[in-house]
């Protein structure tokens, strides 16, 4: 195979105004987090998965992952994560080796994303170098300042990007080491292969893959749960 992925788990979740963090929410009994690796799990794509956490949760995660939940040790790491989303991947993908061929970056708190999805990202960005899930808006976007509307976007044009984002490892690679020298803040990974002049493909995804980010989206979540999606 000589794919790995890896699942962002470093956000601290301040928007759910929930006691716990979003990740370790539990929905049907068990945390978000690991609804999600049992989507990359099936998948059967990967040599290894890392999971990127705050150093203060690394020890938290591993004795639910291998002690209350009784996961596999031997394709899953547990690794301390960045300040920023983005230093938690660089930080994963320097352990990452230049044998492996693909990498999957996923959010933890996308756990409706399909199992054929990141199948399909895969086999995309292995053609193509660079692919993200993605899913057309389908309201009206107005591009909007100091409360007044500057212009109404055409909606045919516009994605709202999902995750994961699938990459060949030298080229995202390439992409966050030119980051890093240039000290640039970006808001996903697609946008640093983007700045290095890389086309990033998209797959048109299910629009159930939603990030799991405020109260409204937990609530809809576990109607989802309940739906078996």
Not at 119 to 147: C, D, F, P, R, W
């Amino acid at each position: 195979m000589n794919n790995y992925a890896i699942i962002t788990a470093a956000g601290s979740g301040q928007r759910m105004n929930f006691s716990k963090k979003k990740q370790f929410i539990e929905i049907e009994g068990k945390p978000i987090l690991l609804h999600t690796l049992d989507k990359f799990i099936k998948a059967q794509c990967f040599d290894s998965i890392i999971i990127t956490c705050p150093v203060s949760d690394v020890g938290f995660l591993e004795d639910l992952l291998f002690s209350k939940f009784n996961y596999e040790r031997n394709r899953i790491s547990i690794i301390p994560g960045g300040k920023r989303r983005q230093d938690s991947v660089y930080n994963a993908l320097k352990i990452i080796g230049e044998t492996t061929e693909i990498v999957a970056i996923h959010d933890s708190v996308r756990p409706f994303v399909k199992v054929s999805e990141i199948v399909e990202s895969i086999e995309l960005a292995k053609k193509y170098g660079a692919v993200t899930l993605a899913h057309h808006v389908k309201n009206t976007i107005k591009q909007v300042e100091n409360n007044q509307v500057i212009k109404t976007l055409d909606r045919k044009n516009l994605w709202e990007i999902h995750t994961p984002q699938t990459f060949r490892v030298k080229l995202i690679k390439k992409a966050h080491d030119f980051a890093k020298s240039k000290n640039l803040s970006v808001r996903d990974d697609a946008e640093l292969v983007e700045i290095l002049g890389h086309t990033v493909h998209v797959i048109k995804g299910s629009p159930y893959n939603i990030k799991i980010t405020d109260p409204f989206d937990l609530i809809f979540a576990k109607l989802l749960f309940k739906k078996a999606l």
